[in-house]
């Protein structure tokens, strides 16, 4: 379970990544984000996509948002433009 969620959160940095979102710099400006940041994680988990989803971020260098089927595209979206 552990090594799922690890290779989960290397998906969502990376999600992130590609999406413009940095949470670092996010949680630094605002602390409440944090909780966003884990309730992401745990969406990510239990996503059904995680192979889909590594194939579309291979494909691309950034994109303006996570695709459809993304648990966090909304999310991204909001911190993105924070």
Known sequence: M?????RRQTTMNAMS?????NWSKAVEADP??????????????QCAHASSCRT???GLE??????GYCK???LLLRVKTA
């Open 2 to 6: 552990l090594k799922d969620i690890e």
């Open 17 to 21: 990544q590609k999406t413009g979102v």
């Open 32 to 45: 409440s984000l944090a909780k966003h940041y884990r309730g992401a994680l745990i969406r990510c988990t």
């Open 56 to 58: 579309w971020m291979d």
């Open 62 to 67: 950034t994109a303006n948002e996570a695709p």
């Open 72 to 74: 966090n595209k909304d």
